[in-house]
């Protein structure tokens, strides 16, 4: 993989984690760090965008045309995004930012094989 693309991708994970644990604080009073719903949350997501079959190509997963999540983990993330998101914007200007330019990549057009 390109170096740049893994860059990406790490930087969608850590994306991800922050607004994870800006949830989890708010929510469910993990100050101190996640709790064990929300790490496990995490590392789920991780897993699976290190695992995103676009590689290097892989769009936002908000614009994804492959649901790789499963149900209740989707419900989750989405849940998630919804608080964390309109206070990434000044929590996490640069990086609510940088996921916006990310977000306009269309995502790479793809054969009928659905999720994993
Ligand atoms: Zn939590």
Redesign the pocket.
Known sequence: MRAAASRRIDREIETVRTM?GM???A??G?AAG??????E?AAYAERRVRACRFGADKPTCQRCPVHCFRPESREAIRRVMRYAGPRMAWRHPVMALRHLLVGRREAPTLGKEGAR
């Open positions: 994870i949830y989890c604080a929510q469910h993990g996640l709790c064990e719903n929300c790490a949350l």
